[in-house]
């Protein structure tokens, strides 16, 4: 008879780590999810474990995700905007099915709110969290799968994602559903209406954002330097301008209201695809990273 190995105190922390999610929620809900059973928590764990390893070889290839450096002219290649949709799209099917277990879960939430709980609601509750647990195992495996396949790194996806949807077309990036979901805050409060939700989410992931793409405008304008181009000195005094303006607001986003005519270009000719792919629900999974 096979034997299965017990596994170790400090995995479940290996597996967090690896799959680059600053995600709270997924070890809010396994915990919940121990009522039901160790084989169906067991389960989702390994799942979380497929993804550490396919994550872990996506940083191999590409290095960590605040290592990205855009190219030093500002523009997006047509090529990287194609591979960047192609991610997009081949995460179609697993982000419409979180979309709806995360409708659900907010639903239940909103009607929650005014009534009372009941031992039904919780059973209700612990469905919809085993749903969306294996889900994000799902959705953060067919992301890095994808990504590996069009060459593409965490770093180069999140600065495209950002660009595009909160510099150019405006999205939120405390988009998300009407519960707390993917982020860390002493300041929960249960009472929170949606909007108030949305402004905490947005706090918390502009900053995070703030961190990450800092240095990758700093690293494109020493690429800039280093490449001694001439007639580039409007454009590297806007970079120098605008990595000056995030190191002074840490909640600031990169070209936020000021997104400089030559990446505006490099976006255009993809906006329906760009609108056709974006989802509000599963916003803050999208930006998650280590």
């Known amino acids: 008879m096979e034997t299965i190995e017990p596994k170790s105190p400090g995995s479940g922390k290996k597996w967090l780590m690896g799959c680059g999610i600053g995600c709270a929620v997924v070890i809010a809900l396994i915990a919940v999810l121990m009522v039901g059973g160790f084989f169906f928590v067991r389960n989702i764990i390994d799942k979380f474990e497929e993804t550490s390893v396919i994550s872990a070889e996506l940083t191999d290839r590409f290095g960590p995700a605040r290592d990205f450096r855009p190219e030093a002219d500002g523009s997006i290649a047509s090529s990287r905007m194609e591979a960047f949709l192609s991610v997009r799209e081949a995460m179609t099917d697993v982000r419409e099915e ?13 009607k929650n709110r005014a009534s009372v709980k009941s031992p039904g609601h919780f059973v209700k509750l612990m469905r919809t969290a085993g749903g969306i647990a294996s889900l994000v195992a799902e959705f953060y ?11 593409m790194g965490l770093g180069e996806y999140i600065y495209i994602y950002a660009i595009a949807y909160y510099s150019w077309l405006e999205k939120s990036p405390g988009a998300g559903p009407a519960v707390h979901f993917g982020i860390v805050s002493e300041n929960i409060d249960d009472d929170q209406t949606p909007e108030e939700m949305e402004k905490m989410r947005r706090q918390v992931l502009s900053k995070r954002l703030n961190e990450l793409l800092l240095p990758m405008l700093r690293g494109q304008l020493d690429q800039l330097s280093d490449t001694g181009r001439s007639g580039m000195n409007e454009w590297r005094r806007m970079l120098k301008d605008e990595i000056d303006a995030l190191e002074e607001d840490s909640r600031r986003l990169a070209w936020e209201g000021n997104l400089p005519p030559r990446i505006v270009n490099s976006l255009k ?22």
Do not use: G
């Open 141 to 151: 495996t067919k992301r890095n799968q994808a990504l590996l396949e069009a060459e």
């Open 269 to 290: 000719p993809y906006r329906e695809r760009l609108e056709r792919f974006y989802s509000p629900l599963s916003n803050t999974l999208e930006i998650a990273f280590e």
């Open 98 to 110: 979180l979309d709806k277990a995360l409708d659900v879960l907010s639903e239940a939430e909103s």
